[in-house]
C-alpha cells in the first residue's frame, strides 16, 4: 500500500467515526480516487486542465482536454499558446472564455510558482495568488487543490454537486431541508471532518451517484 493509500485510509476511518452517513457511503464505495497518487505536476497542464473542466462533467471535460492535447502533442506548451489566436483554440471544442482564460494563464505562467514550490503553501496563500488569473475563481482553485494539487482539506462550497451532497447528508440524518445550504452552514457541519474535508467532499460527490 503507497503512503498516500494509507493516508486515504486514515481519512475514511476518521470520517466514519464521525459521521455516520460517511460509514455507510464507504461501505458502499471503498475505493477512493484521491487514493491515487500522480508522480508528474505541472502547473500548466494542472492549471488549463482544471480551466477546462468548468461547468462539465468528467466525460466532457476529459474529451476536450484529449483535443486541446492533439493540438500540439503531448501537450501544448506556454510558448505555443501564446502564438494561436482564440478561433486557433477554439478548434478543441473550447469556449471562447475558456480560451481566453488558458491564452492568459499562458502569459502569465512564467510569473507563478512551481508546483514544487506550492508544496509548502498554505491553502489560503495559492487561492490568493491564482485567483489574481482572470477566469480563476474559488472553484477552480478548489478543483485544483483537491484533483491536481493533492490537497487534503479543502470544502469547495461552491460546488452544486457538493451543495447537494450536504443535502443527501441532512436527509439521512432525519432533517431534510428544501432549499441548498449556504456556505457558512456547510463549513460548521464540516468542522468534525478536518482535517480529512476533501475526501468528505469527493464522498459526498459519489452520494449522489448512489
Known amino acids: 500500500m503507497s503512503d498516500r493509500s494509507r493516508v486515504i485510509q486514515a481519512a475514511q476511518q476518521h470520517l466514519a467515526s464521525v459521521e455516520s452517513f460517511f460509514a455507510r457511503l464507504i461501505d458502499l464505495v471503498p475505493d477512493c480516487s484521491l487514493a ?16 477546462i473542466g468548468q461547468q462539465l462533467s468528467g466525460k466532457a471535460a476529459i474529451a476536450i482536454e484529449n483535443k486541446f492535447k492533439a493540438l500540439s ?3 501544448p506548451t506556454p510558448e505555443w499558446v501564446r502564438e494561436r489566436t482564440i478561433e486557433e483554440l477554439r478548434t478543441a471544442g473550447l469556449s471562447n472564455a475558456k480560451a481566453k482564460t488558458i491564452l492568459g494563464i ?11 514550490e506550492l508544496v509548502s503553501w498554505p491553502e489560503e496563500a495559492i487561492a490568493e495568488r491564482l485567483v489574481r488569473l482572470k477566469g480563476v475563481g474559488p472553484w477552480t482553485v478548489d478543483m485544483l487543490l483537491i484533483f491536481r494539487l493533492g490537497r487534503l482539506d ?5 460546488d452544486l454537486g457538493v451543495r447537494k451532497g450536504f443535502q443527501n447528508l441532512l436527509a439521512f440524518q432525519g432533517n431534510p431541508c428544501s432549499e441548498l445550504p449556504n456556505a457558512p452552514e456547510m463549513s460548521a457541519i464540516a468542522e468534525p471532518w478536518r482535517p480529512y474535508r476533501s475526501v468528505a467532499s469527493w464522498y459526498l460527490w459519489r452520494s449522489l451517484e448512489v
Open 36 to 51: 491515487q497518487s500522480r508522480d508528474h505536476v505541472d502547473l500548466w497542464e494542472e492549471l488549463v486542465g482544471t480551466v
Open 73 to 75: 502533442p503531448p501537450y
Open 106 to 116: 499562458a502569459h502569465e505562467i512564467d510569473s507563478l510558482p512551481t508546483c514544487e
Open 154 to 158: 479543502v470544502l469547495p462550497v461552491g
